[in-house]
């Protein structure tokens, strides 16, 4: 990682109160600025002696003392070439927890802040007892989470039918939405590097990890340093890793849509039943690599996006500007966008974007050579960006809700008509459309 040591040095109070800020219990700023000078010091050290060498090694003809020094000085050599690496080593691995730093505008604690509102959808109200998404959906036969789980376990589902047309259909209509708004579509891979997991800033290893990690012990098979992607945002921001962008080409707006993978440790209890928390799901992102000066207008842009994607789709939503213990390690601001679902009877995050400004490129080495004020001044890092474009089983979750009828069909948006052929303005159980496993089973 290229992490900007020289500021930890300089600034070791503010990284210090930052990492309190955000409750960052692993980020020892102190110790990192402490484990740089010192590798400075032996660098410093090390470079002094191969200097020493290089002017033994040029005295002619060798003296005796000069060969005796000239062994002496190797073995030197050797010793501090392994201290300077283990030292490196640790801080490294000190440097990775270090969060990014934090916008002023970034509420305190977990006091998050509602910034919009749907103006154009109001709360649901219904003339009948709602049933929540778990019930509709076994009801109309789309749903099938008991299944899912004699297969994989709990935690999965299982789209059938219009279900599964549902999905496919979402998926389509967001790509083309984001298409239309200059982000590029790409069918990422579902693995990836472990370090290109850690460079976006997520933990591959450890107790808490929530990243599923391969194992494959076949002779052709080396897997070991593979990992499940939890978000398409992984192989996107690996997209350009150790590239060096032009400016005038920034920014430049990705649309990955992928299956993620995530081990959701303490995710139990009733708010994350059936869609709302899976360990395997679809879901659109959106990624933007561009220049500093374009970060905060491209966040807004995307924070828009997901709104009208609420919008469009008949969700009542509000967002919010996430607070300090909310913005994990590498985010400098993020918005949650959430949608009414009424089998919470409350607000559900459907969405999250993210403004990392140059943690994520840092890590990955992705840098970008300007046209005017700094053509002759080198590159600097790009500013990367995240969001949800849409997370599939909870947009599903909140659509069977809201659009819910009291003869337990689902409206089915108009906007997403097109792109369900066959099925009409409702989900209901016509025959024509609905098979059941029992009618195979004697």
Same mark, same amino acid.
């Given at each position: 990682p290229r992490i900007d040591y020289k500021d930890v040095v300089s600034r070791t109070q503010y990284h210090e109160k930052n990492a309190r800020r955000r409750n960052a219990a692993n980020a020892n700023p102190s110790l990192v600025a402490e484990l740089y000078q010192n590798y400075g010091s032996e660098v410093h050290g090390l470079d002094t002696l191969r200097q020493r060498r290089n002017t033994v090694a040029k005295i002619t003809p060798p003296t005796k003392d000069?060969?005796?020094?000239?062994?002496?000085?190797?073995?030197?050599?050797?010793?501090?070439?392994?201290s300077v690496r283990g030292l490196l080593k640790q801080l490294e691995s000190e440097a990775v927890h270090l969060p990014n730093d934090t916008h002023p505008l970034v509420?305190? =604690? !977990?006091?998050?802040?509602?910034?919009?509102?749907?103006?154009?959808?109001?709360f649901p109200s219904f003339p009948f007892e709602p049933r929540d998404h778990i019930q509709l959906g076994t009801d109309l036969g789309i749903l099938d989470f008991e299944t899912a789980s004699k297969i994989s376990g709990p935690k999965f589902s299982m789209l059938r039918g219009d279900g599964a047309m549902?999905?496919?259909?979402?998926?389509?209509?967001i790509l083309h939405k984001l298409r239309n708004k200059g982000f590029t579509p790409i069918l990422t891979p579902d693995l990836a590097h472990s370090t290109v997991v850690e460079g976006c800033g997520f933990q591959p290893r450890g107790e808490a990890t929530q990243i599923y990690r391969v194992q494959n012990d076949g002779e052709h098979h080396n897997t070991a340093d593979l990992c499940l992607i939890g978000t398409s945002e992984i192989p996107l921001a690996g997209f350009y890793a150790g590239k060096i962008l032009k400016e005038?080409?920034?920014?430049?707006?990705?649309? =990955? !849509?992928?299956?993620?993978?995530?081990?959701e440790a303490g995710g139990a209890g009733a708010a994350s039943k059936g869609l709302y928390r899976l360990h395997q799901f679809s879901k659109v992102e959106m990624f933007v690599f561009c220049t500093q000066a374009q970060s905060d207008a491209e966040l807004e842009n995307m924070c828009c996006i997901q709104e009208e994607v609420c919008d469009d789709l008949g969700l009542h939503w509000r967002t919010l500007n996430m607070a300090a213990e909310e913005l994990g390690a590498t985010a400098f601001q993020k918005y949650d966008v959430e949608a009414w679902m009424p089998g919470r009877n409350g607000y559900g995050e459907v969405a999250s974007i993210s403004n990392c400004t140059d943690y994520q490129s840092r890590r990955l080495n992705i840098r970008y050579k300007g046209n005017g004020h700094m053509k002759d001044q080198g590159t600097e890092f790009v500013h990367t960006l995240n969001g949800t474009g849409g997370a599939i089983p909870r947009i599903i979750l909140a659509l069977l809700e809201t659009h819910q009828n009291e003869d337990g069909t689902v409206n089915?948006?108009?906007?997403?008509q097109d792109y369900l052929p066959g099925m009409g303005d409702k989900i209901d159980l016509g025959v024509d459309r609905h098979e059941y496993n029992e009618k195979y089973i004697i």
């Open positions: 000069s060969i005796a020094e000239g062994k002496d000085l190797k073995a030197k050599i050797n010793a501090a070439e392994i509420p305190d =604690g !977990f006091n998050n802040v509602v910034v919009r509102m749907s103006e154009k959808n109001p549902l999905e496919i259909g979402i998926v389509q209509w005038a080409d920034l920014p430049i707006r990705l649309a =990955g !849509f992928s299956h993620c993978f995530r081990a089915i948006p108009k906007i997403l």
